[in-house]
Every structure is written in structure tokens, then in C-alpha cells.
């Protein structure tokens, strides 16, 4: 199945106006340095001691936490974590999934520059706090043991 891959214009209207949710996919020190205005935190990836390690739990939390039918806009930092969650998401039958393609800080072209301004340098609106119950160990508590 395709991933829809939207701006962060278009994101943030979707939520504004359609009900949709943001999952930013990032790790949790990222997410705490700044996020999209009212975002969940669900990382795919936790940094580690060799560098970014798969999230043995993400399934786990994404599926306690959001009704399969949920509208979700996944994003990440720059477009490529994002799309991977949602790959996984619709394989898992999550049907109402759209990636961020720029993510917070842009999307790079080949030779690393923006391709696509990200969330923040589109002016929209960023937070450092996460909203009760949408950070990560708010989430992650949701999941039955």
C-alpha cells in the first residue's frame, strides 16, 4: 500500500480541520527539544550506545493508544523514520495513517540541503512541553503487561 505523503501546511490543516492526530516518531530527547503543537511522542527509534536501535514496543503503544481507524499524520525529523512507521502502520492495518514528508527539521535533497521546510521553519506552531498524557511514558504505560 502507497503512503500519502503530505507538507507541513497541509498537516497542520488536516488537524486543524479534520480531527487528525500528530505521532511524531522521534526519540524522546528529540521530542523534549521541541515538537509540533500538541503531538504524541511514540519513537520508533531509541538512540542507544551504536546509534539509533528499533523500538521494541512501538506496535505495542501505537496500537494501545490510537483505534486502527484513528487519523494519524506521522512525522519524524526529516521525512525518513516518518515513512518507515507508516509502512509499518497500514501493514499492521492502521488505515487512516499519512506521513509528514518534511518532518520537524526539513526534508534533504541528495546533497543535503532542504528539499521541503520542516514543521518549525514553516512557522507553525512548536512546543517543548508535551501536553498531558502525550509523552512517551504517558504512552507507554497504556500498554497491558
Known amino acids: 500500500m502507497t ?3 503530505i507538507t507541513p501546511q497541509e498537516a497542520y490543516d488536516l488537524m486543524e480541520d479534520e480531527g487528525y492526530v500528530y ?3 522521534r526519540s524522546v530527547p528529540e521530542f523534549e527539544g521541541g515538537h509540533p503543537e500538541g ?3 511514540v519513537p520508533l527509534l531509541h538512540r542507544g550506545p551504536r546509534g539509533l ?3 521494541p514496543d512501538f506496535m505495542k503503544v501505537m496500537e ?3 483505534d486502527k481507524d484513528q487519523k494519524i499524520i506521522v512525522g519524524c525529523q526529516v521525512g525518513g523514520r516518518s515513512l518507515k512507521a507508516c509502512e509499518q502502520l497500514l501493514a499492521a492495518g492502521f488505515t487512516g495513517v499519512v506521513d509528514q514528508l518534511a518532518g ?3 526534508a534533504k535533497d541528495a546533497f543535503g540541503g532542504t528539499a ?3 514543521w518549525q521553519a514553516a512557522g507553525l506552531p512548536v512546543s517543548i512541553h508535551a501536553e498531558a498524557g502525550r509523552d512517551y511514558e504517558s504512552l507507554r ?3 497491558s503487561s
Open 116 to 118: 521541503e521546510p520542516g
Open 23 to 25: 505521532v511524531d516518531v
Open 104 to 106: 520537524f527539521g526539513g
Open 3 to 5: 503512503v500519502k505523503r
Open 39 to 41: 503531538a504524541y511522542n
Open 53 to 55: 536501535e528499533p523500538n
Open 64 to 66: 494501545a493508544c490510537f
Open 141 to 143: 504505560k497504556k500498554v
